[in-house]
């Protein structure tokens, strides 16, 4: 490529056409799957206490609930979402959790959007919308809710969502960190018995012996092989004329360890236990006691009580309970009572049966749940009678529901009831809500209490109530409590309301629940435009931010400047805020935006806009000509000097033939300069009047010119016309003391060279060079050079390779050190002067410096006269071995030491895989040496070590052909006297030994600073 360089390329310090990359990136609609919070789990947190909030239970399953949605400005039809659990270790994410049979806690869902199949659950997401239309209960692909049912530890739960649209990464995943314990519940149960031993359900009447079930069970989901031992449950008997035991102590009876030291050697210790709890068998022992009791002839009404007092637990008590050494692990038994058991529900624990001699009055309260979006599709409960809530709430609307059932002693009689339904609040505030019918878990009207008869067809045994409240944040206690309003007569139509609950302790429920509010999120915050300039008609943006509240709170915005101060913004919504800048926001200026529920939880952010200045200089009115000069920058303070500039006669100018002279000039100086990154564009305007014969405008910086502007001028005004020139964002600005002038006249265009390139030619050479040669078509004059331009791989390089030669000389070698092997080099050409060039000779040309990877194999060396004979078989047929190169010596010889051999007498060329090479003339016994090389068509060898060998041996020739006389014929023709051949032989044995000491120099051995004899 040849480069056309202009005038100003020297210009360090200006740089005038110097212009800054930057991407075109075309804004393109694209949806963006977003996790927003996950709500179920939430997260524990725990206080300095070590108390914590939203502990989950072992073996308790849970669902996973999130806010997934396209945040994006497109639909999406293509979205997943994963769940994951991990080990907490530390607060880092650990390894992926597996479960008992090594797979993996993870589920993905791929057909949470889609269009392609009937499995998919939703075929579009529409921007902004949420998945299921907001709190989404997480599914797998074929729409099965997920659950986890975890054990005790400390995980994250990973939540994430994935499409084949990218979107933004960083708002693809979230995770809360939970913690898990193992619990435990001791269940106490009491039942009444039938004649036939079959509980009996709800209360009794008559007299008589009446017998009973006490009940003693385990559940323990995060610990299935857990047992206690031992049970005693004290019994209580009231109004009865004779009772039973007054406690019991139940289980299945088992041989059982009651103490072991673990690694000691010694045995257990066994003995005889109830055990209540898991057999071992994936089943568990229930423990139970039977007895009986006689109603009091004189007392209507009666019950029985039992309370659980006291059990045993086997397992590693430390020495304070098991006694020996520290160093031991000792297992024992331990008695707990209610002080110091670890029991979950405690409420479980006792429990009463009642009777009358009489009719027993009695109803109860069979469940109690707090639900939430029983008007959606995946509504979510909370809590169970006999099972608390243990994970917090959000503030909001719920739907309390009770079942009422009939446990009278007379399933005949019917009872007028209701429901109330008390919140409280910690300041001991109530709220009551009675109901006695439901229209949200079930629907059911309101009918009286007890078994349908003809007359009253719609009584049932088992009624509901529900009621709908909401609760803020704080602690609450949430009370159900079954009323019996009174007896209702089917006959007369009449409500005997003096017909009382005889037990109220199975009426009510209460729970505990803590409501915690989740704070508010902000989503989103669009700045629009990205810049403002200061002093110009665009001086304001507006910021728009996007919130989400999971309760769907009000929601306050409070929008602060860079030094926190508020914001009086103008704008049409809460939501944006419009503010006007100046030059003290140059150059970024941050907002500040904070939103408040009405709980008082927050969210902040904040973004920044690039700040602008627009400033504009003007010349003085004495000034020969008018400038004005505008810049928009990300700075402030810039002044600028305006001074007349003498006239210029007989210049050249770049690009034109002949001299000029100007028509007027001005100097004009900025204070400073400043970086390309801040200039976003300059304009100079030069006015003059119209008298002036003007008709172009140019740069002058030192000795150095530019063109601006040429051809007829702009109206400035009526008297005045105008050149004006922009550079663009991040070109430089010019520097102190510039000059621009103006030129009358016409131009004259300067023309290319005459002469041309011929016969160009650029061909690989040894080594990676490349030989590049040239022919001139033309006459070149003094001032014209041929500009040769190599490139490396790409034919338009900035940064080309250039060279400039003279009439003289017509080729040049380009060093293979610059090169490298197998790169494409592009080689142009052309005859220049003054940055113009005649026409463009080109060639492309591959680097080489290698020889293909051809060995030679089969090699055989045989004798044939005083020649020795080489031949070979190349390794593989490569078009690159043009010929091939054997050297010898009477050593072995390296790779790097056979590169030095080439080029002399030690080695011999062969176009074929046979050379013939003369053998040695000097007389000895020796191994000669032979490496055989490939040779590419450029020259270039590929030299390797000696390989094979032959021995030479050659003996002196002492034949003499005369008579056996002392002196030859030639000797006594020869005229040399007799005494001369005694000193020839002197010299000669000398010769010898010499040669002998440099032939024994040359010989095999392990001294690698050879001396070579050729």
Same mark, same amino acid.
């Given at each position: ?53 939203? *502990?989950? /239970? ?8 999130? @806010? ?8 999406? #039809? ?58 989404? /209960? ?35 995943? /979230? ?61 209580? +008997? ?22 072991? !030291? ?74 707990? !009572? ?6 979950? +529900? ?52 719920? #739907? ?15 009872? =007028? ?9 910690? *300041? ?20 009286? /209490? ?38 209702? #007569? ?76 508020? $914001? ?5 919504? %809460? ?33 920044? $806009?690039?700040?602008? =200045? @627009? ?6 009115? *004495? ?32 690009? @034109? ?52 502007? !040429? ?11 105008? @050149? ?6 991040? *070109? ?68 080309? +390779? ?23 080099? +592009? ?89 013939? $090479? ?8 020796? =191994? ?30 002492? !034949? =003499? %052909? ?53």
């Amino acid at each position: 490529m040849l480069m056309l360089t202009s005038v100003l390329a020297s210009i360090d310090f200006v740089e005038l056409q110097e212009m800054k990359e930057i991407e075109d990136t075309s804004a393109r609609a694209s949806g963006d799957p977003e996790v927003v919070v996950i709500t179920s789990p939430r997260e524990t947190t725990c206080d300095m206490s070590g108390d914590c909030l939203d *502990e989950l /239970l072992a073996g308790d399953p849970v669902n996973f609930r999130a @806010y997934l949605r396209n945040s994006g400005d497109a639909d999406l #039809d293509n979205m997943q979402y994963t769940v994951e659990i991990y080990t907490n270790d530390n607060g880092n994410r650990g390894d992926i959790v597996t479960d008992v049979s090594g797979n993996e806690l993870s589920w993905t869902n791929s057909n949470a959007v889609c269009n392609t199949s009937p499995s998919c659950q939703q075929t579009v997401l529409t921007q902004g919308a949420f998945l299921t239309g907001g709190e989404a /209960l997480l599914k797998d692909s074929l729409g099965a809710t997920l659950s986890w049912t975890p054990s005790s530890g400390s995980y994250f739960v990973v939540i994430s969502v994935s499409s084949n649209v990218l979107g933004d990464p960083g708002n693809n995943e /979230l995770s809360v960190a939970v913690q898990v314990r193992d619990y435990f519940d001791v269940e106490v149960d009491l039942t009444w018995l039938d004649g036939s031993g079959a509980p009996v359900s709800g209360s009794v009447d008559g007299s008589g012996a009446k017998d009973f079930q006490v009940s003693v069970s385990l559940t323990s989901p995060g610990n299935p092989s857990m047992t206690i031992r031992n049970a005693s449950v004290s019994m209580t +008997y009231t109004n009865l004329g004779s009772g039973d035991a007054s406690s019991f102590t139940v289980g299945h009876s088992s041989t059982v360890n009651i103490r072991e !030291t673990t690694g000691s050697g010694t045995p257990a210790q066994t003995g005889t236990r109830l055990i209540v709890g898991s057999n071992g068998l994936n089943g568990s022992h229930v423990g139970v006691a039977v007895g009986s009791v006689t109603p009091s002839s004189v007392s209507g009404e009666y019950s029985v009580s039992a309370v659980l007092s006291e059990y045993t637990v086997y397992g590693p008590h430390g020495t304070s309970i098991c006694g020996g050494s520290a160093l031991d692990t000792i297992y024992c038994e331990k008695t707990v !009572t209610s002080q110091d058991w670890a029991d979950e +529900y405690s409420g479980s624990n006792e429990a009463t049966i009642y009777g009358s001699l009489d009719v027993f009055q009695d109803i109860t309260l069979t469940q109690f749940q707090i639900w939430k979006g029983l008007d959606g599709e995946d509504p979510e409960v909370f809590g169970s009678l006999g099972l608390d809530i243990t994970s917090s709430l959000s503030p909001g609307d719920y #739907d309390l529901y009770a079942e009422v059932g009939h446990v009278s002693s007379s399933s005949s009689i019917l009872y =007028n009831w209701s429901v109330d339904f008390t919140i409280t609040d910690s *300041e001991g505030t109530s709220t009551v809500v009675t109901a006695n019918s439901c229209d949200s878990k079930v629907d059911y009207d309101n009918s009286q /209490l007890g078994a349908p008869s003809v007359k009253t067809p719609d009584a049932q045994m088992l009624v509901y109530a529900c009621a709908s409240v909401s609760m803020t944040e704080g602690e609450f206690e949430v009370e159900a409590e079954a009323n019996l309003l009174g007896q209702w #007569d089917e006959d007369g139509l009449t409500l005997d309301d003096k017909i009382d609950d005889m037990s109220l302790s199975n009426n009510k429920y209460s729970f505990d629940v803590e409501v915690t509010n989740f704070a508010p999120q902000i989503l989103s915050l669009s700045l629009v435009p990205d810049s403002v300039t200061a002093d110009s008609d665009k001086t304001s943006f507006t910021a728009t931010a996007s919130v989400f509240d999971v309760e769907g709170d009000q929601i306050d915005y409070v929008w602060t400047d860079t030094a926190g101060d508020e $914001i009086n913004c103008a704008g049409s919504s %809460p939501d944006q805020c419009t503010v006007s800048v100046d030059e003290s926001m140059v150059p970024t200026y941050r907002i500040n935006l904070a939103v408040y529920d009405s709980y008082g939880a927050s969210d902040n952010t904040n973004g920044e $806009i690039t700040v602008l =200045n @627009y400033d504009s200089f003007t010349s003085p009115a *004495e000034s020969t000509l008018h400038a004005e000069y505008e810049i928009t920058y990300k700075s402030t303070g810039l002044s600028i000097t305006f001074a007349n500039a003498s006239d210029v006669t007989d210049v050249e100018l770049p690009g @034109y033939d002949g001299t000029y002279s100007s028509v007027g000039g001005m100097t004009i100086s900025p204070s400073t300069t400043y970086d390309t990154k801040d200039i976003m564009s300059q304009t100079i305007t030069v006015a003059f009047d119209n008298q002036v014969d003007a008709t172009s405008m140019w740069l002058k910086v030192g000795n150095l010119w530019q063109l601006l502007a !040429t051809g007829t001028p702009d109206e400035f005004n009526a008297t005045s016309s105008s @050149y004006s020139y922009t550079w663009g964002a991040g *070109e430089s600005m010019f520097t102190a003391n510039t000059e621009f002038h103006l030129f009358g006249g016409v131009l004259s265009q300067a023309q290319a060279p005459s002469a041309n390139i011929s016969g160009f030619t650029a061909v690989p050479s040894m080594a990676g060079g490349i030989s590049i040669n040239w022919a001139i078509d033309g006459t070149m004059l003094s001032e014209d050079e041929v500009v040769v331009s190599i490139c490396d791989t790409d034919p338009q390089c900035a940064n080309a +390779y250039e060279s400039s030669w003279n009439s003289d000389v017509s080729s040049m070698l380009y060093s293979g050190q610059n090169t490298v092997h197998g790169n494409t080099y +592009y080689v142009t050409a052309a005859v220049c002067k003054g940055g113009l060039c005649s026409n463009e000779a080109t060639a492309t040309v591959v680097a080489d410096k290698e020889v293909a990877s051809v060995t030679a194999v089969d090699v055989t060396i045989s004798e044939s006269g005083e020649n020795w004979v080489v031949s070979w078989n190349a390794s593989a047929e490569d078009s690159d071995v043009a010929s091939w190169l054997v050297c010898y010596l009477k050593a072995s010889f390296t790779a790097s030491e056979m590169s030095d051999l080439v080029g002399t007498s030690a080695c011999v060329s062969a176009d074929s895989t046979t050379a013939t $090479i003369a053998k040695y003339s000097t007389a000895g016994t020796y =191994n000669v040496h032979f490496a055989i090389a490939p040779v590419d068509v450029v020259g270039n060898i590929a030299p390797t070590a000696s390989s094979d060998n032959i021995e030479y041996s050659r003996a002196d020739d002492n !034949t =003499n %052909p005369d008579d056996g006389s002392q002196t030859t014929e030639t000797e006594a023709s020869s005229g040399v006297p007799t005494w001369t051949w005694g000193v020839i032989g002197i010299v000669v044995v000398v010769a010898f030994v010499a040669g002998a000491f440099i032939l024994s120099r040359g010989d095999d051995g392990e001294d690698e600073g050879k001396d070579w004899d050729y």
